[in-house]
């Protein structure tokens, strides 16, 4: 069955009958999809297939958020949401491994073995070697077949009940394959998310201003950690298993058996599992798996040897927490070490200061690596990192010598400088006061939201900084914003460099200006790409409202701001006569701002500082001038106070401030900050004052926090 739930119309071509047709139809072929995915484990459609249905779900649903239910897929997908995770006791508890590092632990292990069993020197000790997955241990128990509860190791004797987003991975099989299943079972193994997974889901979180993870355990454990299962479900987890807990009957007597029986369960199990026989296959097993470490598509960080027969297993038991049948044999960190020849600094869309260190290049695990980010100022200075990354205390100069490592195998990092080796003349690295643009603006320490010095520093240039105004060009036309086909990141950086785009509202000029420029002229142009590109342009000339304020790129104010925003004023016209009451500090054009759900100082400062900014607001106006702006529908509320403007003052029993601005939001109203003719309705409590004084004067109707919550129940 191939995608088919969706027409070829643009999303911003949509009426909104076509728009609500869609929505249904493909919340069917989702839904049809997920049932296959999850219930019965087998697709028919491709992963990237399945992103494009719920992609254009999203979109249409943004575009059109009346039209969201509460039957709504972005509301319901999979298993119910999870509350707070609630504890389960491992029937067995989930124990560690004890590490071997050197050859002579392995040595030492195998002999322990042999002492403990009381083997002979020529009896043979069967050992499973299987690579250690980096991710997280996970304890599924079945109860006769059926999946009934996922946990997490936790401290070992109690873990989080993680069922419903388990449920959710594909190699985690909701009913065990094959016949004579014992009563009770419990299949533990790794959950991880391959390398590719872990730098595509960064790139996505890095789009959408999220949290970026350090690596793929922390991206697995960050994903399985979710309240809302369908994150889990958006998230590529894998799972193999390899070990197990309460067993009713053990289906089989040695542990390769085992990893055999889990197989035709329907497990994936590790592949390069091997049977050893000797101390010297294990320590060949470790080289190669080390070999081939950096080209697995999953972290490993070492291989674990298992004795294979279980009732030797059983013999040999426990010391303290961790089996005397097993160890783990690490690898080293991958490790290299090289030099600093310089800190090249580049200037994000917001004017932040990146200081990136130029590297000899080096091998990193089967990588060359050249650039290695700097984070900011503080960290080369070696404050504030808190010894998470680099080691506490040290500085990087250039000319130093660095120890670098690959986090999780992928994201490249200083881990420490190697002072001996530390150039007599190096000084402590100086970051530039000025910006590296061509204006050499003075930089700043950004602010923090609570008002404290940050570790960033800032190009103040803003909008007359170019490399600011490429970037903001790039966010301009990118997918999320204007979407213009044909107008990538390298055709703004040529357009900006030859002066034919400067700001947004040139891109809309450029097919009348083309006369002098000649587009097709230029190599790698044609007159159907040029066509194509005007074309593009063109169809763009209308846009969305969430759309095009999002396109502004006013810091803070990422897509779901926008959206905020454009349902709070519904049309361009009260939206920017807000923001210019907002930059002058009206007080009840911020109250309003600040009324509306999801808004708050930040965005309203970042607001004020954008609009208040003469530069910008001549930006806006030549754009203005050439595309037409959509309103997007203000939220139609059939509620007692919809439409109505409402002022709470005095204290609040029940409720926060922010809680009942927000309820007044989601019912249609608006929450404002001050009494005036406008003020329909007045919710005081003890202590009100003026407030209430200007509403009786008014002739204002005043409830109290009970008769308010009575008429909008
Ligand atoms: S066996 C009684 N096998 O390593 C110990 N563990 O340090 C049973 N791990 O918490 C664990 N790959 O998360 C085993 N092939 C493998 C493993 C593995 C990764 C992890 C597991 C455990 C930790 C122990």
């Known amino acids: 069955m191939a995608a088919r739930g969706y027409s070829k119309i643009q999303v911003s071509d949509l009426a909104e009958f076509e728009a609500k047709a869609e929505l249904k139809r493909l919340a069917a072929e989702i839904a049809e999809n997920d049932r296959l995915y999850y219930q019965e484990d087998r697709p028919h459609i491709t992963d990237a297939e399945y992103d494009a249905l719920r992609q254009r779900y999203n979109a249409i649903e943004a575009r059109f958020p009346d039209l969201r239910t509460l039957e709504s897929l972005s509301l319901k997908v999979g298993a119910a949401p999870t509350g707070r995770f609630r504890k389960v006791r491992h029937a067995v508890p989930m124990l560690s491994l004890d590490n071997a590092m050197t050859e002579q632990d392995v040595i030492d292990f195998a002999a ?29 128990r079945y109860e006769d077949g059926e999946l009934v509860t996922a946990a997490t190791r936790g401290d070992g004797s109690e873990g989080e009940d993680v069922t ?58 960050g994903s399985l950690r979710q309240k809302d299962p369908s994150i889990t479900a958006s998230r590529p987890l894998g799972f193999f298993a390899y070990a197990w807990g309460e067993m009713s009957e053990m289906p089989a007597d040695t542990q390769h058996g085992m990893i055999k029986w889990f197989e035709h369960c329907g497990f994936k199990t590790n592949p390069l599992t091997k049977l050893c026989h000797s101390v010297e ?22 291989v674990v040897y298992k004795v ?22 690490k690898f080293p960190a991958e490790r290299a070490t090289t030099k600093v020849r310089g800190v090249l600094i580049t200037v994000g869309r917001t004017g932040v200061l990146t200081p990136t260190a130029q590297l000899e290049p080096v ?13 900011n100022e503080d960290y080369i200075k070696g404050i504030g990192n808190k010894g998470e990354v680099l080691r506490e205390g040290r500085d990087i100069r250039i000319g130093d010598t660095v120890i670098v490592q690959r986090a999780g195998d992928v994201i490249p990092q200083i881990v420490d400088v190697v002072i001996d080796k530390r150039p007599k003349d190096a000084k ?40 600011q105004k490429i970037e903001h060009l790039k966010q301009f036309a990118s997918r999320r914003a204007f979407d213009i086909d044909g107008l990538g990141e390298k055709q703004i950086e040529y357009f900006f460099e ?166 007044a939001e989601r019912l249609g109203a608006k929450a404002a900050g001050s009494v005036s003719k406008k003020t329909d309705l007045v919710v005081a409590g003890p202590g009100a004052g003026s407030k209430l004084a200007e509403a009786k004067k008014l002739g204002i109707t005043v409830l109290s926090e009970d008769e308010w919550l009575k008429l909008v129940e």
């Open 363 to 375: 091998g990193v695990g089967g990588v060359i690596v050249q650039n290695v980010t700097l984070h």
């Open 308 to 329: 294979d027969r279980l009732d030797w297993q059983e013999r040999l038991g426990f010391v303290s927490r961790s089996p005397r049948w097993a160890v783990a044999h």
């Open 164 to 221: 419903a987003n388990i449920r959710t991975l594909k190699d985690v099989p909701q009913k065990l394959g094959g016949r004579n299943l014992p009563k009770i079972a419990e299949v533990r193994g790794e959950v991880y998310m391959t390398k590719a997974a872990f730098l595509a889901l960064n790139e996505r979180q890095k789009a959408a201003g999220e949290q970026v993870f350090a690596n793929p355990r922390n991206s697995a454990a």
């Open 428 to 467: 402590p690295y100086q970051f530039p006061k000025k910006c590296p643009c061509p204006l050499h603006t003075d930089v700043v320490r950004e602010e923090t939201a609570t008002g404290e010095e940050g570790a960033r520093r800032r190009c103040t240039g803003e909008f007359a900084c170019p490399y």
């Open 498 to 663: 030859q002066g034919w785009v400067k700001e947004p509202a040139d891109i809309f000029t450029l097919s009348a200006r083309n006369r002098t420029i000649k587009l097709e002229d230029i190599e790698g142009y044609g007159a159907t790409s040029v066509r194509n590109l005007f074309n593009a342009i063109e169809a763009r000339r209308e846009i969305a409202l969430d759309r095009f304020i999002f396109a502004l790129g006013i810091r803070h104010v990422g897509e779901t701001t926008a959206l905020a925003l454009a349902r709070g004023y519904g049309s361009w016209d009260a939206f920017h006569e807000a923001c210019l009451e907002v930059a002058k500090g009206d007080a009840e054009a911020v109250a309003e701002m600040d009324a509306l759900d999801q808004i708050g100082d930040t965005v309203i400062q970042e607001v004020a500082a954008f609009f208040g900014e003469g530069h910008n607001r001549g930006i806006v106006e030549r754009l203005t001038k050439e595309v037409r702006i959509l309103d997007v529908e203000k939220p139609k509320k059939d509620t007692a106070v919809a439409g109505k403007t409402v002022v709470f003052t005095g204290s609040l029993e029940k409720m926060t401030r922010d809680e009942a601005k927000a309820m």
């Open 112 to 140: 322990r073995i042999r002492r403990f069993l009381k083997l002979g020197e020529d009896e043979r000790i069967t050992v499973s070697a299987e690579p250690k997955i980096d991710g997280l241990s996970m304890s599924l």
């Open 281 to 302: 296959e294990l320590l060949a097993f470790h080289r190669h798996i080390e070999e081939r470490r950096a080209g697995l598509d999953y972290d490993i960080d070492g």
